[in-house]
């Protein structure tokens, strides 16, 4: 960006901008273990190793991306890069954070498409698809156990969840209310809805590198520059709507997945865990780009690639655009569809952060924006619990509700379930256990 770019900080001293590109690269390849565990990575490397950002200055940032919607870990990135070397900087850090996923994801569903039905890959993906419903489930256990910490938290979650399962109300419906539940809730009972403390230890030894450089610039504010930003953002994103509209027509399915992926990436308060009942409800039964199968395998391909985990949506898109063919090659269509699909869902993650950054440097945290975001963080809980119901209905009834469970699967959850929530497996070997069960079962029944 030239021109007048929203305010550009000075680099951080002693850091090159090829040094830092190195480890925003190194970071793309190890980002394992979904938001908590990358975000934690980014905290003991670059606040307690490097010192390249103060723990306030880190915290600080943490909070403005945990109110945006999208991948807050991949908005981290981005805003500690601006901060260290301006746009190119945070252009750097959120797309070296996004691009091995992306690489790595369409290979496999390539791979996927083209030998998903043979014995092997089936039997492994046989006991994968257990594994991912008790990663959701755990994931509610998880954050329930962190977040509600009172019972007016405990009756949003269970108001949410009831509101999903029972009425079908929409995500973002329920994310409003939960919204304004939060802000009443902050007059009634302040206490109830403070934010939970999160990294609170402070570091002795050298000065933070960003600190230093940063003290007077973080005080400036140009709305002129930020209102630019805003714009070219916006006119990225309908000249993209507008090219793949042209190419296939309005109704077709590319500018389909860009128009739906932009929503999709507005309202995924909470986590990529948040907004996946959203995108599966679309997806494999409004859109009918895949199967809920299909979704199985695709969140179980997700969790096994580093990257934030709603870059699933790379894998709805390639699936859904070589099924439907949108161009003559199916390997083509896959790619066109996935790079159609990840542009939409992250491009208003950038804008965030470049338009929003230098005002929320300016900025403390208001108590109404935070009883809100712990409300929502609690309606999440209930919309997560939902959608691992959804998932262990297909995977241990596979026939229908009526039908007699698919107990090896029942016991490949289970253990899976036990692993991560008592013994706390990592995601990983808990994947590749169950992957290796399936295709032990699968062998056993051949």
């Known amino acids: 960006m030239s021109a007048p770019t929203a305010i550009v900080p000075p680099p951080a001293a002693g850091v090159s901008f090829r040094h830092a590109l190195l480890y925003w690269l190194k970071l793309g390849f190890i980002s394992f273990g979904g938001p908590a565990g990358q975000i934690a990575l980014m905290h003991q490397e670059l606040v307690e190793r490097r010192r390249w950002i103060s723990e306030p200055r880190f915290l600080h940032a943490l909070n403005y991306c945990m109110l945006l919607p999208g991948p807050e870990a991949q908005q981290l990135a981005t805003y500690i890069g601006w901060l260290m070397h301006g746009v190119r900087g945070g252009l750097a850090a959120g797309l070296l954070f996004v691009l091995p996923s992306l690489v ?33 489930l755990a994931a509610a256990w998880r954050i329930g156990t962190r977040t509600l910490r009172n019972a007016w938290l405990i009756a949003i979650a269970a108001a949410a969840f009831v509101a999903i399962y029972v009425f079908s109300l929409p995500f ?13 809730g902050a007059r009634l009972r302040p206490s109830a809805f403070e934010s939970a403390p ?21 005080q400036r504010i140009r709305p002129v520059a930020i209102a630019f930003t805003c714009g070219l953002g916006l006119l990225l994103w309908a000249a993209s709507l507008a090219l793949l509209a042209a190419l296939q027509g309005m109704h077709g399915t590319l500018p389909a997945m860009g128009w739906f992926f932009t929503k999709a990436a507005l309202v995924t308060f909470g986590g990529a865990y948040a907004v996946l009942p959203y995108v599966v409800d679309a997806a494999v039964g409004h859109f009918q780009w895949l199967t809920t199968a299909q979704m199985l395998d695709g969140l179980a391909l997700g969790e096994t690639t580093p990257g934030p985990l709603i870059m699933v949506v790379a894998f709805v898109g390639f699936v859904g655009a070589w099924t439907h063919g949108v161009l003559e090659s199916l390997p083509l269509s896959g790619i066109a569809g996935a790079l159609v699909a990840t542009w939409f869902t992250f491009l208003p993650s950038f804008i965030f952060i470049f338009a929003g950054a230098p005002l929320i440097e300016a900025t403390r945290t208001q108590p109404r924006v935070t009883a809100a975001l712990t ?18 209905l297909h995977v241990f009834w596979p026939q229908g509700a009526g039908s007699a469970p698919e107990w090896p699967a029942v016991t490949i959850a289970a253990a899976a379930a036990i692993a991560m929530i008592r013994f706390k497996a990592g995601v990983i070997p808990v994947i590749v256990g169950c992957a290796l069960a399936g295709a032990a079962l699968q062998a056993m029944r051949l």
């Not at 973002?172 to 009443?184: C, E, K, M, S």
């Not at 933070?208 to 973080?218: G, T, Y």
């Open 104 to 136: 790595i994801l369409i290979a496999l569903s390539w791979i996927y498409m083209v030998w998903g039905s043979t014995p092997a890959v089936a039997g492994i993906l046989y006991g994968i698809k257990p594994a991912v419903t008790a990663i959701v």
């Open 172 to 184: 973002p419906a329920i994310i409003a209310g939960a919204a304004v539940l939060g802000i009443l």
């Open 198 to 218: 999160r990294h609170g230890s402070s570091h002795a030894g050298a000065p933070p590198l960003i600190d230093e450089a940063l003290s007077p610039f973080r």
């Open 375 to 392: 409300a929502i963080t609690a309606a999440v809980v209930g919309v997560i619990v939902n959608l691992g119901l959804f998932f262990a």
